[in-house]
């Protein structure tokens, strides 16, 4: 009696096995192609190459926008106080995580930007989430690593990055740093493909808007981010 029902048990395993590839089969045959794409994406692990390099057309030099940055962005803020003052007063926005990007742990800025700054990362989302879509990178979003700073910290900072300027555009409330080594993806397991191709999704999604006049915008190697400027 108990082989009988070891046999049939192993029947009833084999049965919801095969029953279960089917419906999934079923599924995937049936739901839009986007969808399986994204699951095929999911699990593969596919390169998708680039023919240019759009990261090394990102090259502004502060020097050529700084005054343009200071007439479009805010009075500097000396302390917190002052980012608040300028909060109260409409000049300046709280930046949120929202299905195209995502707010890092800002030690060394503040989340917010001007109403011009907010309005071009939120263009810089909904394109760069339209063309990764596409790619089967359904729901993937990019990290934000900096905004607003206050010229008290930019001192701080000053003294352990040689890199930070005092004329920094952060201090204008209309500039942001976006990093393109680290992204907010759905899958399985992230390859290095996937990575150099969304840095470079990225990228194109910001030089398509630097060649409209909308942003200045830099490659910042070191820093591992894509330096951009509101016009």
Known sequence: MLIKKKIRLRKEYRVRFWLFIV??????????????????????????????????????????????????????????????????????????????????????????????????????????????????????????TSMTRTSKMIKALGRVNNNVSENSPHLFGNAFDISYANFSIIKYKVTDCDKWYLKEALAEVIWQLRQEKKCWATYERQQGCFHVVAR
């Open 23 to 144: 419906i999934t089969l079923v599924l995937i045959y049936f739901i839009p192609e986007r969808n399986r794409l994204f699951l095929r994406n999911f699990f593969g692990t596919r390169c998708i190459n680039y023919q240019q390099i759009y990261s090394k057309k990102l090259n502004d030099f502060v020097v050529d926008y700084l005054q343009s940055a200071k007439l479009n962005g805010i009075e500097v803020c000396k302390t917190e106080d002052d980012i608040r003052k300028r909060v109260k007063k409409g000049e300046l926005v709280r930046i949120r995580n929202n299905r195209f990007f995502v707010v890092d742990n800002l030690n060394h800025s503040y989340p917010y930007l001007t109403a011009d700054g907010k309005k071009l990362l939120k263009e810089i989302g909904r394109r760069f989430r339209k063309k990764t879509g596409k790619e089967g990178f359904k729901g993937t979003r990019f990290i934000i």
